[in-house]
Nanobody, 116 residues
């Protein structure tokens, strides 16, 4: 059974940094696409960044220049480095891995709170 496990959320002051990680368990097949989403309280889910195999990441305007995605296709892991965090970045963050025929899988979500 394929599972995605996230880690790395927490509480950080405005201007601080956090790194989220996501790892695939249950298969060694490389995934085609990795996405990070977030959902703030009372708001709709937002796509933060997406990257396909061999492609360049596409970031939401709200995080461009502050967030950086990285992935290790061989290890089936991905991370989201978040710098210059703002209170409006507070949300539950989810990773999503997509495979052409395995389907798509979601992490369990990790809370990021930016507050002084």
């Amino acid at each position: 059974q394929v599972q995605l496990v996230e880690s790395g959320g927490g509480l950080v002051q405005p201007g601080g940094s956090l790194k989220l990680s996501c790892a695939v368990y249950g298969t060694s097949l490389p995934f085609d696409r990795v996405e990070w989403y977030r959902r703030a309280l009372g708001k709709q889910r937002e796509l933060v960044v997406a990257v396909g195999s061999g492609g360049s990441p596409n970031y939401a305007d709200s995080v461009t220049g502050r967030f950086t995605i990285s992935r290790d296709t061989g290890k089936n892991t991905a991370s989201l480095r978040m710098d210059s965090l703002k209170p409006e970045d507070t949300a539950v963050y989810y990773c999503r891995f997509i495979h052409a025929w395995l389907g798509d899988y979601w992490g369990q979500g990790t809370q990021v709170t930016v507050s002084s």
